[in-house]
């Protein structure tokens, strides 16, 4: 179904809430967004057991991909190798995603440290301007020292806040 629907070229919105893809349906997943001239805006993959090896997958996929809005990877068991690769595709590279939501996961303060590392990052890859305008990371075991570090990184560099919102972080 998935390889049939990603073949359809209208498809714009894929949807597998609870389908327990685990990492191989998510690794079988990007190699078909790869593959594929898929014109798909949002990915909504929440509660699928995806761990660090699925989202790097993915990550390597959105590297080069200009469709992509939004991915939605929220209750998963993706853990701070997972995260850091995603932060650091959407942050750093030319990527059109405007939505990370990786909400409810396994996020140490590993992942977090990434968070604000490609923030503090100076000349983002080929000069791009981040397009990640929602970044959603509550609910995983982030210490509140780091999610004040990443707020206030934001709330002092007005260009970055311009850019990034992290919605419901704390």
Not at 137 to 147: A, D, E, H, P, R
Request: charged content about 15%; aromatic content about 4%.
């Amino acid at each position: 179904m998935t390889k049939a629907s990603l073949e359809n070229t209208s498809l714009l919105e894929l949807q597998l809430y609870c389908n327990q893809i685990s990492d191989e349906g998510a690794t079988a997943l990007a190699e078909m967004i790869r593959d594929n001239n898929t014109q798909l805006q949002q990915i909504w993959l929440g509660s699928n057991h995806i761990g660090d090896k699925g989202a790097i997958k993915l990550a390597t996929v959105l590297q080069s991909n200009t469709c992509l809005l939004e991915l939605n990877i929220w209750g998963n068991q993706i853990e701070s190798d997972g995260a850091t690769a995603l932060v650091q595709t959407l942050l750093l590279a030319s990527t059109a995603v405007t939505g990370l939501h990786l909400r409810y996961n396994c996020i140490s303060d590993a992942g977090g440290q990434a968070v604000l590392d490609a923030l503090l990052q100076d000349e983002p890859v080929n000069n791009a301007c981040c397009s990640l305008t929602n970044l959603c990371l509550y609910g995983n075991n982030i210490s509140l020292t780091l999610k004040e570090e990443i707020q206030e990184l934001i709330e002092e560099n007005k260009q970055a806040a311009e850019a990034l919102s992290l919605k419901y972080f704390v």
